[in-house]
Nanobody, 123 residues
Framework: QVQLVESGGELVQAGGSLRLSCAAS????????MGWFRQAPGKEREFVAA???????WYADSVKGRFTISRDNTKMTVYLQMNSLKPEDTGVYYC?????????????????WGQGTQVTVSS
């Protein structure tokens, strides 16, 4: 098993930047594909970004060019750098870990989840 703890969410103005962190503990971090998802009030949880075991990345169309996912296996941490934030980026951001070998954008492929961190972007 792996335990995940997110941090870094806060209130920020539109156009600003935030960096979210997700610290993992438990099993070997490098065994997992890591993903970020978000959930806005009244909406379903949606895919944001994922990073493979060897550093390949995937992004939702809505965040391409603005968000960057990265990982540091020595620190067992995954990051989400968010630039040019928009009010529609508001939501609870969740970190997740997957043992899948494909379909990294699918929420159903993720086995472990953090508690989430709130990001609020004001207009």
């Amino acid at each position: 098993q792996v335990q995940l703890v997110e941090s870094g969410g806060e209130l920020v103005q539109a156009g600003g930047s935030l960096r979210l962190s997700c610290a993992a503990s438990g099993r070997t971090f490098s065994d997992y594909v890591m993903g970020w998802f978000r959930q806005a009030p009244g909406k379903e949880r949606e895919f944001v970004a994922a990073i493979s075991r060897i550093g390949g990345t995937w992004y939702a169309d809505s965040v391409k060019g603005r968000f960057t996912i990265s990982r540091d296996n020595t620190k067992m941490t995954v990051y989400l750098q968010m630039n040019s934030l928009k009010p529609e980026d508001t939501g609870v951001y969740y970190c997740a870990a997957s043992m899948a070998i494909s379909e990294y954008t699918s929420i159903n492929k993720y086995d472990y989840w953090g508690q989430g961190t709130q990001v609020t972007v004001s207009s």
